[in-house]
């Protein structure tokens, strides 16, 4: 397959520049996805779609365009350069562009990132996963699984340009999603459990179900928290990457430092953040969703401390960005999601985290709800996110439960988290031991102090 698409990528260059591109980028990529769905406690398998894309990007002068297509025969390839020189041709001049990527050749090795028994794996098979997660979850009554997806995703990408890059990556990746619900006495109760990872054998499927029935019987106990009171809270990790990704990622990235958005954009070297709090942003993450030798660009990805002991130490940067900063790339431009791998050719780059982990505490969950006399621990938001520019967040909680002299007590719901996410990382009680991967993300629970819980 790599070989095709270095064909395609041949000649959609050689074409690009006798039309008269100064610069030409060409991304290719073959994909194949398999869509497994439970649809009231029923798996199925639905879809299995495999694709081969271009994503063109065209330079004359300081002119730029980009367009992306499927393609099915030369006639394809020859379409999408004549759309992107006319694209290009049409384009304003962007004062800030000054060149694609040159040439550099990355070293070391990437581990866990290709699962060859995912794509060989039957589909009689996942569809006994998928059935054992269901059965595990409704073990003992009263919860129902309602909707569940199960995707496998196996991809190669090729990038080059006419500077010289020449480079590709190969991977795979799972995205698990099931809610529930149980009902008893009028009442209801919801529950969701995700995982993300580059293998099936890195997912336990029995504690994904038990997990799954835990949280939606937490759930259909909970009452509504009435009052309001500034206390402790313990968020797991499922929840808090929303919260780092809206408002930290959005910090760090070279293009928002560079159009003056970034609350952080003057606070290189200064302290943001509580001295237990250490993120690291890793290309090259043992078993990361982006983890790969290159980014999406061709440039050699690495690994960098961004927030040591609460200092902001460096930005992130993709190509473009790092011109206008007069810097290097730090291997950060990205087209590739998180949760499918379909058409991801079809997105241009932009400047964003590879892999964050978040460096882990001393303590386990237990021992952290031990040392609260009172607070809450939270499992469940309705949308975990904290304005990027501001901080500030309002959440409604779906599900938690209030930790009472080191204990945990009462489930509750429908109450409101209200506080300001970067004033929460300065006030960091403390910081779990267990790591999950969530997303493009490797996260502990973390405890903040000051934060406030609204009731009805």
Known sequence: ????????????????????????????????????????????????????????????GKRVGFTASTVFSKKDIERVVEECISITKVSPEDPNFESLPDPRKPSGTVKNVYDEDLIEMEESKLLKVADKIVKTAEKGGKVKVLNGLMRLGEFTFHITNSLGVDQDHKGTLVFLHFSAKAGENGRVGEGVEKAYSTTLKNIDFDKFGKELRRKTLTALKAELYKGKEEMPVIIVPVELQGLFDSTVAFAISGEHVNKQRSPWKDKLNEKVASESLTIVDDGRMPGGILSALIDDEGVPTETKTVIERGVLKNF??????????????????????????????????????????????????????????????????????????????????RCATLIENGS?????????????????????????????????????????????????
């Open 1 to 60: 397959m790599l070989e095709n698409l270095m064909k395609i990528s041949v000649e959609a260059l050689k074409l690009a520049s006798r039309q008269g591109a100064d610069q030409v980028e060409v991304f290719t990529a073959y994909t194949r996805t398999r869509n497994i769905y439970v649809e009231n406690s029923v798996p199925h398998l639905s879809t299995n779609n495999i694709s081969i894309g271009i994503g063109l990007k065209c330079a004359i």
């Open 316 to 397: 992130i940067y993709d190509t473009y960005n790092a011109y206008i900063a007069d810097t290097e790339s730090t291997g950060n431009g990205y087209r590739r999601s998180t949760r499918t791998v379909e058409e991801i050719f079809m997105r241009p780059v932009s400047c964003t985290v590879s892999n964050v982990e978040i460096k882990p505490g001393n303590k386990s969950l237990e021992d952290m709800i031990n040392e609260i006399d009172k607070g809450c621990l939270v499992e469940k938001f309705a949308a975990p996110s904290a304005d990027p520019f501001t901080g500030t967040f309002g959440l409604e909680v």
């Open 408 to 456: 945990l007590g009462k489930p509750i719901r429908h109450a409101l988290l209200s506080g300001n996410f970067y004033e929460a990382i300065k006030n960091i009680l403390m910081i779990g031991k267990e790591q999950e991967l969530i997303e493009n993300m490797k996260l502990p629970p973390i405890a903040f102090e000051k934060l406030e819980l609204i009731g009805q």
